[in-house]
């Protein structure tokens, strides 16, 4: 957050040789460095930016916290638990369902969640509450892994016989799975998202992701972590002799620090560039295989909130989202509101200011009037929300590399495209103390070996 940036740190004095090297200061190079040092290795992080945080910063403008788009933390996935194993508590509040819409052509209804909501909504027939409230239960009650490979399209083509059901099954999908082609996405991958709510809640935390950013820069740095920001990687040093050892990274600078292990917490495109000239085939294939998600985002800050009782719109016929973070967290000052809204992108699609304009109007419809009471906006037309969809074609989250990186001995990586454990944040969370957990057991061996 602006209101407390981490200090642009150089790069400062070194062990000679390092336990190891993180690349990457966002949520799992934070993990995976904290993971390190509690196990008492030697840790340096390096941050291309001046700020901690990547995906998960936030930045507070005119007293408003701006994430990078809707942000909601899972109290009961995997992410929660290695926050827990590091004492890091993300603070928020819980999402209620109250105020929530369903946006289908030009009719606003209430959005069928929960007894209320879906007793009083005009959207579904009787015949479609039915089924609706049947799909809703069972989804959470379904093993993940018997359903990996099936493809969510065909897994409804089989279970949901009404179109209305069917759109708003599809709707709830694309807020747990962050994909547009939720008919693509893997069941099990939905319904692992759909477990880990049913167990605890969202929460929107207080003061944006930063809070939680921060609280790990925090402990990463008392366990001893060395926390460098503004200083890029470019190129790991692998010494070719014997197959292909980690043996130190280079940064931009061109200064050589030393070290057996490197756990790059960056994209798969960063990770191939920085080894073998950006030529290891495994690498560029981990790239190719890899289908980002991405999403249109608009966030507005405003004065005061035109309709106060309208908190959450889901689109129907369309692949849009609306929130009120606001209402939840502490994200505004008194009386004002942060706003975000989604357009869920398809693979290839770059809608720019079309994506943004289609925004505007759902905020004209359910918030109308929200231009004249507007402090601060923040556009990001094409953002990526997670390297890998884990889709149903590559199996699901099995179907995600990594940690360790095969052929090159010592080099792991981290990320929302890592390791077979959660989905987005969760999955940067729990990967980076994967690749930690592989550090150390390399490190063991080889202690034993000597
Ligand atoms: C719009 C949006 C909404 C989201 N909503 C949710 C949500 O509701 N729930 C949820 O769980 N997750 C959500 N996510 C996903 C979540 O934000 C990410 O999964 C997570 O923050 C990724 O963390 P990371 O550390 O893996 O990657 P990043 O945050 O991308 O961090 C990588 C870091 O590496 C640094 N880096 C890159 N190259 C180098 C180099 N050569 N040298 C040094 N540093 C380098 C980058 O600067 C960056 O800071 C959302 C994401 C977006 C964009």
Not at 103 to 125: D, E, I, N, Y
Not at 168 to 179: F, G, I, P, Q
Not at 271 to 282: E, H, I, N, P, Q
């Amino acid at each position: 957050m602006t209101a407390s940036p981490s200090p642009s740190t150089r790069v400062p004095e070194l062990p000679a040789r390092l336990d190891a090297v993180v690349v990457g200061g966002g949520l799992a190079g934070l993990a995976a460095a904290a993971t390190l040092a509690t196990s008492g290795r030697t840790v340096v992080l390096f941050e291309q930016s001046r700020d901690l945080g990547g995906r998960g910063a936030t930045r507070l403008r005119d007293g408003y916290a701006f994430n990078r788009g809707a942000h909601a933390f899972y109290s009961a996935g995997p992410g929660a638990r290695v926050l827990q194993s590091l004492g890091v508590r993300p603070v928020g509040r819980a999402p209620d369902a109250n105020g929530a819409f369903a946006v289908r052509g030009a009719r606003t209804h209430t959005l069928p969640v929960g007894l209320v909501g879906m007793l009083t909504t005009g959207l579904l027939s009787l015949g479609g509450k039915l089924e609706a409230a049947r799909i809703m239960a069972a989804l959470p009650r379904l093993e993940p892994d018997a359903f990996a490979s099936l493809p969510f399209g065909r897994f409804l083509d089989e279970r949901v016989k009404d179109p209305a059901v069917r759109e708003l099954v599809c709707a709830l999908a694309r807020v747990l799975t962050y994909t547009h082609d939720v008919a693509g996405q893997s069941t099990g991958v939905v319904i692992t998202q759909a477990r880990a709510l049913e167990k605890g809640p969202v929460l929107y935390l207080d003061g944006g992701w930063q809070a939680l950013v921060e609280q790990m820069r925090d402990v990463a740095r008392a366990r001893g972590v060395h926390v460098v920001t503004g200083e890029r990687a470019a190129r790991i040093e692998i010494d070719e002799s014997n197959g292909g050892r980690v043996v130190g990274v280079r940064l931009a600078d061109g200064t050589h620090v030393a070290t057996d292990h490197v756990v790059v917490a960056a994209s798969p495109q960063v990770t191939a560039s920085l080894v073998r000239d950006g030529k290891d085939a495994t690498l560029r294939g981990w790239v190719e295989r890899a289908v980002p998600v991405r999403a249109c985002c608009l966030d507005v800050a405003l004065r005061s909130l035109p309709r106060p009782y309208a908190r959450f719109a889901l689109g129907m016929d369309r692949p849009t989202y609306l929130s009120v973070h606001s209402a939840t967290a502490a994200l505004a000052p008194d009386g004002g509101a942060l706003v975000h809204t989604i357009r869920y992108l398809a693979p290839h699609e770059s809608p720019g200011d079309e994506g943004i304009a289609e925004l505007e109007g759902l905020l004209d419809r359910l918030q109308p009037g929200w231009r004249d009471v507007l402090v601060a906006r923040q556009d990001l037309p094409s953002i990526t929300v997670t390297h890998d969809a884990a889709t149903a074609a590559r199996g699901g989250l099995a179907g995600r590399p990594g940690p360790a990186v095969p052929h090159i001995d010592g080099l792991f990586v981290a990320g929302d495209w890592v390791g077979s454990r959660g989905h987005l944040a969760d999955a940067s969370l729990a990967s980076g103390q994967d690749a930690a957990r592989s550090v150390l057991e390399h490190l063991g061996a080889l202690a034993l070996a000597a």
